[in-house]
């Protein structure tokens, strides 16, 4: 999931940087939280840049589903599962208000 994540995120920022000034700046609280949650190391993606981000993160958010983690993890599970729907919603707001 954090490969999810960290494409999706990748994948946003090449699209705000192609369009400055644009609106991509309202998702960028949602995916920040995505990445913080996941103690994922903020860096450069090489990977594939050519997916669909808001259904990477919707993806990443069923696979948080299916964790089993124990009962003292289980607020830290909720709150990525609701950070990484926040960050597909929001990257699907902007997405489809610029029509991209």
Do not use: H, K, N
């Not at 609106?23 to 994922?40: D, I, N």
């Not at 860096?43 to 050519?50: A, F, K, R, S």
């Amino acid at each position: 999931m954090t490969e999810l994540v960290v494409q999706a995120d990748a994948i946003v920022e090449m699209l705000e940087a192609t369009r400055p000034g644009e609106r991509w700046a309202m998702t960028a609280f949602s995916r920040f939280r995505c990445v913080q949650l996941l103690g994922a190391p903020y860096e450069p993606y090489d990977g594939q840049l050519q997916a669909d981000p808001a259904g990477l993160f919707d993806q990443a958010a069923r696979e948080v589903d299916l964790l089993d983690v124990p009962i003292d993890q289980l607020s830290w599970r909720l709150a990525l599962a609701d950070a990484l729907r926040s960050a597909g919603e929001d990257t699907r707001m902007v997405r489809d208000a610029l029509d991209v």
